[in-house]
């Protein structure tokens, strides 16, 4: 594996590869080759405008865009495999360096699960952490028919006219500073966007807690990206009481779903900017 593919990783769920330099093809079809399939999968009508997601990439490549994580799932039909949903992150070279970076984040399959979804996110290079903007940011969807290609790559410029108000809120979030009491209360509610109307096995105190020095502090951004780190990567012991009553030790569970992962990074920032807006009221 190259040094620069740091983030290589096989879930029971997903593949998925990042670095911190731009992937090529190579690297991409030996981890998510569902990007290369040459034609829709079977069960797809003729009404389907195929284009394989590797050709939007190669016309992002021309417009200056290229792919730095890319994730892709493991169906349980194995039949699917090869026409999977997957997800790729893509940025331009010179946001390297800088604390953090922009990104276009696309979301497509090949077997009719899911249209071209394009969002605005953003990654913190201190953790390779990556975040997808909330509701109020522009999301792109693309049917499979038309001028796919061209709609996207637009897509992609859309959505990148929201980068600037993505900056400036992260910007303000590092300015807006949080009680203890606060910071738990986000906590609180980020737990409930991930577990539901379940019992958390976690507790606000646990994903409030930093992984790393750089992420002590008491900002609502630094809050934020530690709780969504947190909450999207698992890896913390819990406890959970079974249908008998008893309590069961276990450790949290990362997030693998593609769809899970834009959903809830999505609340989490949303939750954020309710907190932001509620300091500032």
């Known amino acids: ?19 911190y330099e731009p992937l090529d093809n190579e690297a991409l079809y030996r981890h998510v080759p569902s990007i290369f399939a ?15 997601t590797i050709d939007i990439v190669e016309g992002l490549r021309r417009e200056g865009w290229f792919p730095f994580f890319a994730v892709q799932s493991v169906p349980r039909d194995g039949n699917r495999h090869g026409h999977a949903k997957h997800m790729l992150r893509l940025r331009r070279e010179d946001g390297i360096g800088k604390p953090e970076a922009a990104e276009a984040i696309i979301v497509n399959s090949h077997d009719g699960t899911s249209a071209f979804q394009l969002f605005a996110g953003m990654l913190r290079f201190v953790c390779t952490n990556s975040m997808i903007a909330g509701e109020r940011f ?10 796919i290609e061209h ?45 539901g109307e379940d019992e958390s096995p976690l507790t606000p105190e646990q994903i409030i807690e930093p992984r790393r020095y750089e992420d002590r502090g008491d900002s609502l951004w630094t809050t ?18 079974n249908a008998e009553g008893r309590i069961r030790r276990s450790r949290s569970r990362p997030i693998n779903s593609i769809d899970q992962n834009v959903t809830l990074n999505r ?8 907190m932001q807006r509620l300091k500032a009221g």
């Open 1 to 19: 594996m190259s040094i620069h593919h740091l983030a290589t990783r096989f879930g029971r769920n997903s593949h998925q590869i990042g670095g």
């Open 224 to 241: 934020f990206n530690v709780i969504q780190e947190n909450v999207i990567r698992g890896g913390l012991h819990g406890r959970k009481r």
């Open 38 to 52: 040459r034609e829709a999968h079977d069960s797809r009508s003729e009404r389907y405008v195929y284009v394989p």
């Open 267 to 274: 609340a989490l920032w949303t939750l954020a900017e309710g």
């Open 151 to 195: 709609d996207i790559i637009e897509g992609v410029y859309t959505v990148a006219e929201d980068f600037p108000r993505l900056i400036d809120a992260s910007e303000t979030m590092k300015g807006v500073r949080l009680s203890e009491d606060e910071q738990r209360l986000l906590g609180e509610v980020s737990l409930v966007a991930r577990y």
């Open 138 to 147: 522009e999301e792109v969807r693309v049917p499979h028919k038309g001028n």
